[in-house]
């Protein structure tokens, strides 16, 4: 039976597959969105307690994945430890995962992958907006990641299909390497 992995929403999801793929694992998992980090707490309590779960979340979410791993019992109850959440598979990203890709690429691959899919001059009519033009570069293709329908559930994954594999963020890399490691037991 194949682990599962709980990721925020199809962009979290997408960007794992680009992972893993790019790792050349493939994923070993059932990655499911929960279509928000308020669905966690639901999810874990309907699961099946014989099939692994993992997860990938944003630190501004960290005490709200505590307490939901502890209603599932998945944690003792008074668990406050942020470290208890990483020994049972969850993983988070700093700010969130957009963040952790766009520090991991670099703005200029970033730049890059948005000319590839024809949003650089895009990106550029944004740079010269009132509010953007104080911002970083890293601080505009966050903001700007999210601002058309469907943009940020590409955005993350096609930055990581272009990364060196030595560059892949760290949460996504340790929630892998987690994943390889409960099918390897398996």
């Known amino acids: 039976m194949l682990p599962v992995v ?10 794992l597959i680009a992972a893993a793929e790019l790792r050349g694992d493939g994923v070993r998992a059932e990655v499911v969105s929960l279509g928000g980090i308020t669905n966690l707490r639901s999810w874990l309590q309907r699961r099946d307690p014989a099939v692994p779960v993992l997860g990938l979340y944003d630190a501004a979410e960290l005490r709200y994945v505590l307490g939901a791993l502890i209603a ?4 003792p109850d008074g668990e406050t430890d942020p470290a208890a959440v990483t020994r049972v598979g969850f993983f988070g990203c700093d700010r969130d995962l957009e963040d952790e890709v766009i520090r991991a690429a670099g703005s200029d691959l970033v730049l890059a992958t948005l000319a ?3 949003e650089l001059a895009l990106f550029r009519v944004f740079q010269g907006q009132p509010a953007q033009r104080v911002r970083s570069v890293e601080a505009q293709l966050h903001r700007f990641a ?7 559930t590409r955005f993350a994954a096609d930055v990581v299909a272009a990364l060196p594999i030595d560059r892949i963020p760290g949460p996504l890399v340790a929630l892998l390497d987690a994943v390889a490691e409960i099918v390897a037991r398996a």
């Open 6 to 15: 709980l990721v925020e929403g199809d962009s979290d999801r997408l960007a």
């Open 72 to 75: 599932a019992g998945v944690l």
């Open 116 to 118: 590839a899919r024809g």
């Open 146 to 152: 999210g601002t058309a329908s469907g943009r940020k």
